[in-house]
Structure formats: structure tokens, C-alpha cells
Nanobody, 124 residues
Framework: QVQLVESGGGLVQAGGSLRLSCAASGRAFSTFGMGWFRQAPGKEREFVSAINWSSSRTYYAESVKGRFSISRDNAKNTVYLQMVNLKPEDTALYYC?????????????????WGQGTQVTVSS
């Protein structure tokens, strides 16, 4: 069992930055692939970024490529999402998720565990 707790969301102006953190419980964290997803009101949950278990591979949605950076610290059981040059369209509830396969996944159904989300609001 893995429990995930996101933090770091908030209200920022367009062009600003935030760093989201996702702290995981459980000794298996280092074997999981980790992903970030987001969901805006009235929209479906969408993939943002993912990292494999060893940090050797990362993957980004086109809409955030070049602005967001995913990383993980397996010693701290934490995955991060650094977001710069934020845009109003980045406003959403951001979720982290854990995938037992350890690989890069972009579909929500492939993830086994989810956090409760942290709100990111970008004002224009």
C-alpha cells in the first residue's frame, strides 16, 4: 500500500513558478513509476509528466514541455514537479500517482495509487 500526499500548490501570477511535492509512504516507493496529472473544472484528468523508478526516463505533455520538470528523491520518498513560466491555462487540481510497473505511463488507469491533489491557480 502506498499513500501519497501532495503539497506546494497555491495562487501565482502568470509567469510565476511553483514547486509541487508528493510525499509517499511505504518502502516500495523506489520501485514505482510516478506521474503528475491535473484536472481543471469541467475537464477530464490529463497527463502532465511522469518519471520512471530510477529517474533515467522522464516524459512530458506537449503543453508543459520546456516549462515543467519532474524529479524524484528515492531517499526521501518524494517526487517533485517544478513549474516555471506558469500560464492561466495551467490552473487545475494537480495529482500525483504511483504505478507499480515502475515505468513511464501516461494513462490514469495504469496508476495504482493517487493522492488527494493540490490546487494550482494562475492569475492573468
Amino acid at each position: 500500500q502506498v499513500q501519497l500526499v501532495e503539497s506546494g500548490g497555491g495562487l501565482v501570477q502568470a509567469g510565476g513558478s511553483l514547486r509541487l511535492s508528493c510525499a509517499a509512504s511505504g518502502r516500495a516507493f523506489s520501485t514505482f513509476g510516478m506521474g503528475w496529472f491535473r484536472q481543471a473544472p469541467g475537464k477530464e484528468r490529463e497527463f502532465v509528466s511522469a518519471i520512471n523508478w530510477s529517474s533515467s526516463r522522464t516524459y512530458y505533455a506537449e503543453s508543459v514541455k520546456g516549462r515543467f520538470s519532474i524529479s524524484r528523491d528515492n531517499a526521501k520518498n518524494t517526487v517533485y514537479l517544478q513549474m516555471v513560466n506558469l500560464k492561466p491555462e495551467d490552473t487545475a487540481l494537480y495529482y500525483c500517482a504511483a504505478d507499480a510497473s515502475g515505468t513511464i505511463r501516461t494513462t490514469p488507469d495504469n496508476y495504482n495509487y493517487w493522492g488527494q491533489g493540490t490546487q494550482v491557480t494562475v492569475s492573468s
